[in-house]
């Protein structure tokens, strides 16, 4: 539970905001590389943390992202001409370069376009394109980019997509960051019973015989719906840690990251299995992009595993030519009142719009003022406290966790069966070795 | 005419105005029970004097309407699961009965869960579920419901519709109570002159030969233009009753019922006639629902009958699958300007279409402070003069009129056609007996 | 560049605003003729500096533009029938005629109706019927209607349209008396370079053989983008002269007049040429309407030019059946990336669209607190300080420029190529002669 004043300082990222400023020190994925495909396309409109840019990738390949105004006469640079490295206005043919600065007034003479030039350039974000992602940073001297395990794989290794989401960034992230929604909002239903989802299939919580590891994790989740929450802080964030009681007085360990400002890496996944990445970026304060990345330290992603991904599947979503999910707010995820009786918990496919559906659905803004929160509310309640103290730190002039702190970010996340008598620091460091997060702190 | 402070005091029902705390008290219709038609079914939303909730009806048939918010987080409960007597959130499955109460937490320790669910539990509206519709009461304890007549008849001597208005509810309700713009609104055109409609036909305001009452009467209404109101005052609100010239210096009659807060009994009916009553519930400020009910004390409503009714006709609109007007305001009701040179006073076929349409035109919230009233409006007059003093009743903490007196209910609206000489009194008494109104005052 | 009041005073029009004050003394254009074809026709509804009217033409063929409320009960008049010389409203029908007097209130007794009757007008704005166009003026004593050239002529040599903008009156304007930007926003381009537009082709910028003026001036206007501006006043308003180098040492005049408050002559044409105007009337402030007329002195204007106005040429859009633009904001003109880099500057084809597109792009309403003006901008800046000084006259009780004096507005506006040594004077004496502007100022 928030205060009024706190719930607004967590949702709020316009330019005037303090959640604002902070998240404007931070790396942003802006795009994802495709959306430009080629030198001198199409520019594109923006909006990040609420304000408008246009995106144009130059006749060098390299990406600008600007205000999206001509200094001259206010017309809209979306219609410019994407021209000779450089972004020209149509009405009177101003031009611009990536980096904002103006190359050309040439309805003026050239000793006038000359003293008017210098005082002529737009805001440009700083750019870092990397991983398949045109990333932003809004200051002119940005801090490293984070060293995310999915950029340090090979091209070939990774496959990154996106998904619009209709509510508020912090409510978003707060699902990503509670595992123990898993035993309900992902749950299936097997003759009006909870039952785990296999293979698209579903069945009631019985042990199999020689049931398969990752089969019986979907039962414990289900088995156990309140799960007991640890949380570890390292220098880029937090490791978010849910014990689940498993068979033979084991324990099922789901492990997920929060990384400063608005990262999670998920949990679900073995060692054998790809790893995944979430960043929530707010549009507005009401609506927000989700970049997906999907990895593995070893092995290629296939072909055919990176067209389920563009088809939607987990944490990827179905979504149309813009990204938005074909299931949204404006239909109801196309709920399936007969599937939610007899199939699944929801009535809706897929965790992705599982997840979408239930942080919509707690408003445009969820207003934290008034919860009843309960321990596995744990990892929720750390992150914002992590980020509001972020934000507190950035008011006062200091320099914000995890910001700059690039190595910080080496972390993995992933799921653990620890034998009876395994501590919480055996688990992590078995599990994630040199992955664990530096400085991470054990209570 | 209002001042612009009774004007807001009268049009607004949020939770925190004077006419809303006033409506609060009284019953409201809130759904048609075919809305809500098997245990166990799909819940929906619905929307009561601006205030949000979702209705579900449980394993043993009875209807809870609840906020629509989970309490843990804030989930919004439409995507609950309707299942053994509760509604359970997709979240983290917390479970509500239909009376609100919280009977499940079970992402919590069993203890926790014990001390936390009696502090747990959501708003839900008193329900009495009787002659087809769910009527909802904002009180623990709530008055007994009115005993309107259509709710004291057999299943099926009744018919029970709804339909959506475009604007405020106060205006709609203005617009039932007014009978003298059927001289006008409803009246037909032939050959360039006002006439009247006889079955869907049109002719000049000649007295026939043979001509039977109904059709005079339809005669009557366009010949006298500016009909008399007198207002008579009884316990569950008022009589008004409108003279219009008849032949042979008898006195047409017609006489409308106003119940407090918000329902009417509309004349147009002799003792042969299906009687028809309306309750206006406000969905927001801008928005009202229109609850239709038809019935006849002595014989069943046929078949052939409800076909029309949902067809739409006389007080029943053509509405699609959501009850909203086929013709309405995006479409201008689909005006047929010449069927309005040729056939029908306004372009616009059916009463009930009428009626929305010249209220929606009135804006989204009627202005009343620059009317210029006569004397046709006195019934109007009354009307605000009335709901206004029950407001200001509640606001004092005094009970307002009618409330919990449901004998008071139990009256009838109708047409007479009175000799010369016969008084109001005379009227009254020939054509309703018992029904006029407990402690009716003649002027 | 305007500070920010100036910008509100410059952009707001409502009826309690200072500009709208001025407005509201000068004529406007409200609908073309053709809006309203017959007597009792159907009446329609307008907007008209964001005020909403009803507009009927009634038994005699005279229009009446009206406030849109009945007095009694505030029924909207859009549903009243016209008939027998009034608007009648359909809820009691109470009737008012073109000048806004009521003229029947049937639903009251006569002496009632008598006594009210004078005390239940409405307002009417006074009407000139006159070039294919309802002028209307907000004063009951308005002046005389100014004397354009084109009323003046024959109606077959003369051609009306309209057309919807979607931002600022204002900036539309400016777009309108900004030729410098025809050498950038309605340019072509041939091989990658900026050329003329020939005939719906295009042609890089290189001196034809035996080449006509008429396509010399396309060259001109793409080869000097930094035309030299001087502003002549007179007293209808503003004639704005462009210079650009031509061949031989000749100079290539554009000159567009602007006349109070917001009336445009064009230039583009020589003496053979149809002569355009073009008036933007707020709609609201967010959007106007661009009334658009061409005519020729001296020949008719055939019926195949009419055909291609009608289907959009020139300053005349392709609209659709309410005069919208089939190419609007909301589908980005169906801007064409690939034409935009083959062959027309902005991928959108003909000028009026181009207009379009940049004026929309500046906003709904454009911010002129940052703008960087340079010398081409002259015209515009003058425009603003020439309405703004309008808008203190009418704020200090004075009569604003051009008010009223009618025969101030029997001007030209036009192109024409000076041979060397010819002044501005000889340029303006040359071309226009008696149409050159009463009382015309040369610095």
Not at 82 to 92: A, D
Not at 320 to 338: A, G, I, K, Q, T
Request: hydrophobic share 35%.
């Amino acid at each position: 539970m928030l205060s009024a004043a706190d719930n607004e300082k967590l949702t709020r990222t316009g330019p005037n905001s303090p959640m604002g400023r902070t998240f404007r020190q931070y790396w942003m994925p802006a795009l994802l590389s495709r959306e430009l495909p080629e030198p001198d396309g199409p520019p594109i409109r923006l909006k990040l943390l609420g304000e408008e840019f246009v995106a144009f990738r130059d006749t060098e390949g390299k990406v600008g992202i600007v205000e999206p105004r001509c200094p001259h006469r206010g017309a809209h640079l979306f219609f410019g001409r994407n021209e000779q490295c450089g972004l020209r206005c149509i009405y009177h043919g101003w031009k611009f370069d990536r980096h904002g600065n103006c190359t050309d007034i040439p309805n003026a003479t050239p000793d006038v376009a000359a003293n008017l030039r210098p005082r002529a350039g737009i805001k440009a974000l700083s750019i870092a394109e990397q991983g398949d992602v045109i990333w932003a940073n809004f200051s002119a001297t940005p801090p490293p980019l984070p060293e995310f395990e999915y950029l340090c794989v090979p091209d070939a290794q990774r496959f990154v997509s996106k998904k619009f989401q209709q509510c508020n960034w912090a409510q978003a992230v707060e699902g990503g960051l509670d595992t123990a929604h898993f035993s309900y909002l992902h749950a299936g239903v097997f003759e009006g019973q909870k039952a785990s989802m296999l293979d698209g299939g579903k069945q009631a919580t019985v042990r199999g015989q020689n049931e398969p590891q990752s089969q019986a994790r979907m039962r414990w989740l289900i088995e156990d719906g309140a799960p007991r929450f640890t949380v570890l802080e390292h220098d880029a964030g937090l490791l978010l840690c849910a014990a689940r009681t498993a068979d033979d007085d084991c324990t099922y360990w789901r492990m997920t990251q929060y990384l400063l400002p608005n990262h999670s890496l998920t949990p679900g996944n073995f060692p054998e299995n790809t790893s995944l990445m979430n960043t929530w970026v707010p549009y507005d304060d009401e609506s927000c992009w989700i970049f997906c990345y999907a990895w593995h330290p070893e092995r290629e992603i296939s072909q055919s595993e990176r067209e389920r991904y563009l088809r939607g599947v987990g944490l990827f979503a179905a979504v149309d030519d813009d990204f938005v999910p074909l299931r949204r707010r404006e239909n109801d995820y196309l709920l399936d009142r007969e599937q939610q009786r007899t199939t699944s918990y929801t009535g809706i496919p897929n965790i992705s719009e599982q997840d979408q559906a239930v942080a919509d659905s707690q408003g445009l803004i969820a207003d934290r003022t008034h919860e009843k929160l309960v321990q596995t509310d744990l990892g929720v309640v750390r992150f914002r406290a992590t980020i509001l103290q972020a934000c507190k730190d950035v008011e006062a002039g200091k320099r914000p966790k995890a910001l700059g702190n690039a190595e910080a970010f080496h972390v993995r996340s992933g799921d653990y069966v620890a034998e009876p008598g395994e501590s919480l620091l055996d688990v992590v460091q078995a599990r994630f070795g040199e992955f664990s997060g530096s400085n991470i702190v054990f209570p």
